[in-house]
């Protein structure tokens, strides 16, 4: 079991830029498949972005080209590089943490992409808020 905190939320204009954290606490975070997830009132839970073992990266399209998610082993913490934001990226964000990395990228696809993959994760952080308001 790994325990996850968020940071790095808070309220930019449209077009700003945040950066999330979150540190990893009680395994090997090298060994776990990463993501970060965001929810709202209207959509639920939708996947963001993940990194594997390996550091291969898939991003859902709406964030793609403006979204980064890199991770450091060392100081066991995942980031999610937030550019251009719109409205449409208010949510709650949550990183989440899956040691079943073996073919998840199939697996995510199997399932209708990476929208829905948080099925796969079973380690969730709190999460963190992103306001985009003018």
């Known amino acids: 079991q790994v325990h996850l905190e968020e940071s790095g939320g808070g309220s930019v204009q449209p077009g700003g830029s945040l950066r999330l954290s979150c540190v990893a606490t009680g395994e090997t975070f090298s060994r776990y498949c990463m993501g970060w997830f965001r929810q709202d009132s209207e959509k639920g839970r939708e996947g963001v972005a993940i990194?594997?073992?390996?550091?291969?990266?898939m991003y859902s399209d709406s964030v793609k080209g403006r979204f980064t998610i890199s991770k450091d082993n060392r100081e066991n913490t995942l980031y999610l590089q937030m550019n251009n934001l719109t409205p449409e990226d208010a949510a709650v964000y949550s990183c989440?943490?899956?040691?079943?990395?073996?073919?998840?990228?199939?697996?995510?696809?199997?399932?209708?992409?990476?929208?829905?993959?948080?099925?796969?994760?079973?380690?969730w952080g709190q999460g963190t808020q992103v306001i985009v308001s003018s």
């Open positions: 990194i594997d073992g390996d550091g291969e990266t």
């Open positions: 989440a943490a899956t040691i079943r990395c073996l073919r998840l990228s199939e697996a995510i696809d199997r399932v209708g992409g990476i929208k829905f993959a948080s099925i796969f994760f079973d380690n």
